[in-house]
């Protein structure tokens, strides 16, 4: 029998979502529903983004700028860097896509950690490529032991920091002691900032500043947390010229939106909104932390948007009540914690009501002490 399509497929399962906020809400009858899963900006986008979007909507049948050229300008006097050192994608996600498709075939080897965001090992696995995975350590990413797998195969090495699921970060000087371990002739190297701007801790790698000593480095960045443009889909990679060269390659030509290139513009010159939701993040992520803490609750210091907390193996129960009382967070099971919940930083009213929900769901203090 003919077998149509790639048996690298057979390995993969599709990305479970979840059903749609709407969706659920009619499900439960719920007239309001709380998401606090999918760590989306609680203070939702820039009105100046909104503004943006509504008129450039009478442009809808025309196709967009392919090179995205005023948005990777504005990006470039952001960053310090030319515009060919940036290429736009419909997320991050789809970046991801492009470097596995650019980049990686079967034989080859990345080193990703484990846990972490499941779309490095789908990307990877799709490609024909093996996912060779770094075991955290105390839900720190371990640069050591990544290091140490690195073979003549290893075609990439993919971190993040702050990291999805744990929220920890890499410092600076442990990435650049990874770089220099990885030599002369380094494996890409593909540095994910999704939640950066959330760090208020000066340590945080900064994959930028690091760019011109690492020239297979890959810096990614999104416009779906801090800018709150998880709806329209735009993020991008910021690399040597020659790397961005490669990507382009295999780019579609319209793979950006009107509406997302024009968001985020309008978002880039909002510093107030991304000012604002930063303060609210790091202040409300103090907040959640210590009273989940009070509560007996052990929270991994986070600075990301969202807190992963050990719930002691009630994940699935503590979900399904919060989720009676309107409020979605995510089973740790799903992204790798088993008997953890992550839970998306919200505004104080969100924060306070899912608090309010959690004693009622779980009074006893039955909980361990606060991590390290
Ligand atoms: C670590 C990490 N990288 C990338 C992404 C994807 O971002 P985008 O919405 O730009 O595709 C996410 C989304 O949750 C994420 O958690």
Not at 10 to 17: G, L, S
Not at 144 to 149: L, P, Y
Not at 304 to 309: G, I, M, S
Not at 310 to 338: C, S
Request: aromatic share 6%.
């Amino acid at each position: 029998m003919r077998r149509p399509w790639r048996s690298a497929l057979d390995q993969v399962t599709p990305y479970e979502a979840g059903p749609s906020l709407e969706a659920l809400q009619a499900e439960l009858g719920l007239s309001e529903l709380v998401r606090l899963s999918a760590n989306e900006n609680s203070l939702g986008p820039s009105p100046r983004a909104v503004a943006a979007i509504r008129a450039e909507a009478a442009r809808a049948h025309l196709y967009p700028d392919s090179d995205g050229r005023a948005l990777r300008d504005a990006l470039g006097r952001l960053h310090a860097t030319g515009p060919e050192s940036m290429i736009l994608g419909n997320g991050a996600d789809e970046l991801l896509g492009l470097i596995a498709w650019a980049a990686f075939e079967p034989g080859d080897e990345v080193v990703i950690p484990h846990p972490a965001f499941e779309p490095y090992a789908t990307v990877v696995t799709l490609s024909g490529a093996t996912p060779v995975q770094s075991p955290l350590v105390d839900y720190q990413t371990d640069l050591a032991d990544m290091a140490r797998r690195v073979t003549p195969r290893t075609k990439a090495l993919i971190v993040c920091s702050p990291h999805n699921p744990a929220g920890t970060i890499i410092t600076n000087a442990a990435f650049r002691r990874f770089v220099t371990a990885l030599g002369d002739d380094p494996p890409l190297l593909v540095l994910d900032e999704a939640y950066r701007d959330f760090s208020d801790d000066p340590e945080c790698a900064d994959g930028l500043a690091l760019l011109s000593q690492c020239p297979t480095l890959i810096v990614l960045r999104t416009f779906s947390k801090i800018a709150g443009l998880a709806g329209v889909r735009i993020g991008y990679a910021v690399a040597r010229a020659e790397v961005i060269a490669m990507l382009n390659r295999v780019r579609a030509p319209y793979n950006v939106n009107r509406l997302a290139q024009v968001a985020a513009l309008a978002a880039l010159d909002d510093r107030e909104h991304w000012v604002e939701t930063r303060r609210l993040v790091i202040q409300e992520r103090r907040f959640l932390a210590g009273e989940l803490g009070r509560l007996g609750f052990a929270v991994v210091p986070s600075q990301a948007n969202f807190l992963l907390v050990d719930v002691g193996g009630r994940a699935a129960a503590l979900r399904e009540a919060l989720l009676k009382d309107g409020i979605l967070v995510r089973d740790g099971t799903a992204v790798g914690f088993p008997g953890h919940l992550r839970i998306t930083v919200g505004t104080r009213a969100m924060n306070a009501r899912l608090l309010q929900a959690l004693e009622h769901a779980a009074p006893s203090p039955h909980r361990g002490e606060e991590k390290r």
